[in-house]
């Protein structure tokens, strides 16, 4: 009996090994798979809101670490674009605290000048049929922000039309496009003073 229960335990112990062993080789495979998918899907991103021609470092590694008031609460990322080791641009995550159903989560490239190369939501609660337009998979009115040039905060033209400005909004719904609008505008004065805050903004991973 003994006996018997004894190669019963030493039969457990071994298949348990074995399966833990095939988990830890499973998991450390898909891990790596899992990164790769996330880093072409950030790349992906990316290109849809800067420019690929407009910058030649590798943007994905040149993250920065920024807390701004103007930028919504907390620490955000920001990736700077080069072109011949000469600052360019940015792309900026970026939060509009004030969305209809909660914070927007957004994505924003904007050269040190005041204009916006691109915009993408990347995180949202908004109403679907309504506030949802901000989703490109949706509408395309996220769009309407590449090229936009922003003259200072006291820029009345970026602003949705109801506010008197250039951007549309959605019929029942003004409060997300508003919120939107405000954030990328936000963002965009914010990367004008980059340039002079790179020397000093933290590295990501430091």
């Known amino acids: 009996m003994l006996k018997t229960m004894r190669k019963h335990g030493v039969t457990l112990a071994l298949f348990a090994a074995g399966a833990t062993g095939l988990t830890a080789a499973v998991n450390q495979l898909t891990k790596t798979t899992i990164a790769e998918q996330a880093s072409l899907q950030q790349k992906a991103l990316f290109d849809q809101v800067i420019a690929g021609d407009s910058y030649n470092n590798a943007l994905q ?14 620490t955000h990322h920001l990736w700077i674009a080069r072109k011949d ?63 936009k040039k922003i003259n200072g905060p006291a820029d009345s033209h970026f602003a949705v039309k109801k506010d008197g400005g ?41």
């Not at 590694?61 to 907390?74: E, H, M, N, T």
């Open 61 to 74: 590694q040149s993250c920065y670490l920024v807390s701004d008031p103007a930028l919504g609460k907390g």
């Open 85 to 147: 080791d000469k600052p360019v641009a940015a792309v900026i995550e970026t939060t509009a605290p004030d969305g209809y159903s909660g914070a927007i989560q957004l994505l924003v490239g904007a050269d040190f000048s005041g204009t916006i190369l691109g915009a993408r939501v990347i995180e949202h609660h908004e109403t679907p049929g309504l506030g949802d337009k901000i989703d490109l998979r949706i509408s395309d009115w996220i769009t309407g922000f590449a090229g």
């Open 166 to 206: 250039d951007f549309d909004q959605f019929t029942g719904a003004t409060i997300t496009p508003r919120a939107v609008v405000n954030a990328v505008k936000r963002t965009g004065i914010y990367a004008m003073t980059l340039p002079e805050q790179l020397p000093h903004l933290p590295v990501c991973g430091e």
